[in-house]
């Protein structure tokens, strides 16, 4: 049971710490990134642990909900700087990804 519900716990969390890092100063955002970041390899591992549990799609989704804003970071660092409109997608990203939450957590818990 509480392979099945930590994702979706994990990912509400992060998904609101995400909506804290556009209004709050820095000391704060390091906080929440000490707090709630998550490594691609620990989102690996739940994936394949989901898979070899054989639960459904919607709760790999909500495993790799973590990964989505990493991306991003990864490409703005690495590969080119994002311009301030593509950083918009800073606010559009929470959004996205409450939906995907929501939409998850109604096929696991209800459907």
């Given at each position: 049971?509480?392979?099945?519900?930590?994702?979706?716990a994990y990912s509400s969390l992060y998904i609101i710490s995400l909506v804290f890092y556009l209004f709050c100063p820095e000391p704060i955002i390091?906080?929440?990134?000490?707090?709630?970041?998550?490594?691609?390899?620990?989102?690996?591992?739940?994936?394949?642990?989901?898979?070899?549990?054989?639960?459904?799609?919607?709760?790999?989704?909500?495993?790799?909900?973590?990964?989505?804003?990493?991306?991003?970071?990864?490409?703005?660092?690495?590969?080119?700087?994002?311009?301030?409109?593509?950083?918009?997608?800073?606010?559009?990203?929470?959004?996205?990804?409450?939906?995907?939450?929501?939409?998850?957590?109604?096929?696991?818990?209800?459907?």
């Open positions: 049971m509480a392979v099945q519900i930590i994702p979706f390091k906080v929440l990134d000490t707090l709630f970041y998550v490594s691609p390899a620990i989102v690996l591992m739940l994936l394949v642990e989901s898979k070899i549990l054989k639960l459904c799609k919607w709760h790999r989704r909500a495993c790799a909900i973590p990964i989505v804003p990493q991306v991003f970071v990864f490409i703005d660092y690495h590969i080119v700087e994002l311009t301030s409109y593509e950083r918009f997608l800073s606010i559009a990203i929470p959004i996205a990804l409450t939906a995907i939450l929501l939409i998850s957590a109604y096929h696991v818990f209800i459907k």
